[in-house]
């Protein structure tokens, strides 16, 4: 909880962390709604999980806040709650509720979660008249990576070209146009996952990083017939990784890579531990 009060003044970026403590979310949250766990045990994971679920939000990583659409289905999906059948009026209650807190909070003056910011860095680069903020640096980014995608579709540019091309973005405009893209020239990929490995790496780049959230969604098929806990939770984990990267390129952060490792061995070991045969 320390690095939210000090967004971007340690070393630890605040996106990845924010991303990391989602993977943490999302295997608390299954274990919070257990009916296999102790009333005891089930409480500390709920605890646990709202920490985890302020952490996220007070992150301000915008990215990272669909996590809360997943938790809104492992509890709709619970064994413990309706017998793991799907209302969709619980969904569209919940749902409601979230969007109204989060309209409510774009409303402060402090706008904490950063959902105003966010609607005004849009509109204003869609305008063309602002790309220095952080959104709108993202757009130019993703159209630079589309525009080099398209050259060389199979094998990609590899990482010195890329870090060549975003450098030098826009540096041909005339320099009050130019100007507008300096913030997105700072940067060292594209803020895309999937567009960043087709950049670099092309088709066979692009198929390899979907191995990575594949290989999740396969291991929680393991658990199809059993271990329901441990099944979301695997889940869980696909999908934190698979949106993140539609705003970050999150394994350019070793202890990303390192979180997302442990996180899966965790869901092994606990559900061998519960189950041998699995």
């Known amino acids: 909880m320390a690095i939210v009060l000090m967004r971007g003044q340690l070393p630890s970026h605040p996106i990845p962390w924010s991303a990391a403590v989602a993977m943490l979310l999302v295997l608390l949250f299954p274990?919070?709604?257990?009916?296999a766990q102790n009333t005891a045990q089930r409480k500390w994971w709920l605890f646990c999980s709202m920490l985890g679920l302020a952490a996220v939000l007070l992150s301000q990583s915008r990215g990272t806040y669909l996590v809360v659409g997943w938790l809104i289905y492992v509890w709709?999906?619970?064994?413990?709650?309706?017998?793991?059948?799907?209302?969709?009026?619980?969904?569209t209650i919940a749902g409601v509720m979230v969007a109204a807190v989060m309209g409510l909070?774009?409303?402060l003056p402090s706008d904490p979660l950063r959902i105003r910011e966010g609607w005004n860095d849009w509109t204003s680069a869609r305008?063309?008249?602002?790309?220095?903020?952080?959104?709108?640096?993202?757009l130019a980014l993703y159209e630079l990576a589309k525009k080099t995608i398209s050259e060389s579709p199979w094998v990609g540019v590899g990482g010195k070209e890329r870090l060549h091309r975003?450098?030098?973005l826009g540096q041909n405009l005339p320099e009050q146009e130019a100007s507008k893209l300096a913030h997105a020239r700072t940067q060292g990929h594209v803020h895309n996952g999937y567009l960043h490995s087709a950049m670099d790496g092309g088709v066979?780049?692009?198929?390899?990083?979907?191995?990575?959230?594949?290989g999740l969604v396969?291991?929680?098929?393991?658990?199809?017939?059993?271990?329901?806990?441990?099944?979301?939770?695997?889940?869980?984990?696909?999908?934190?990784?698979?949106?993140?990267?539609?705003?970050?390129?999150?394994?350019?952060?070793?202890?990303?890579?390192?979180?997302?490792?442990?996180?899966?061995?965790?869901?092994?070991?606990?559900?061998?531990?519960?189950?041998?045969?699995?």
């Open 127 to 138: 305008q063309a008249e602002n790309q220095n903020t952080s959104l709108g640096a993202r």
């Open 204 to 214: 066979i780049g692009l198929i390899g990083f979907l191995a990575s959230i594949i």
């Open 166 to 168: 975003i450098h030098n």
């Open 218 to 278: 396969c291991a929680a098929r393991v658990w199809q017939h059993g271990q329901p806990a441990a099944r979301l939770q695997m889940q869980g984990l696909a999908f934190v990784h698979a949106t993140t990267a539609l705003s970050n390129v999150n394994l350019a952060h070793n202890y990303y890579a390192v979180m997302l490792s442990l996180c899966a061995m965790l869901v092994i070991i606990q559900a061998r531990a519960q189950d041998p045969s699995t």
């Open 76 to 91: 709709v999906r619970s064994p413990s709650h309706a017998q793991g059948r799907i209302k969709p009026l619980q969904i």
């Open 31 to 35: 274990q919070a709604l257990d009916c």
């Open 105 to 107: 909070t774009s409303g």
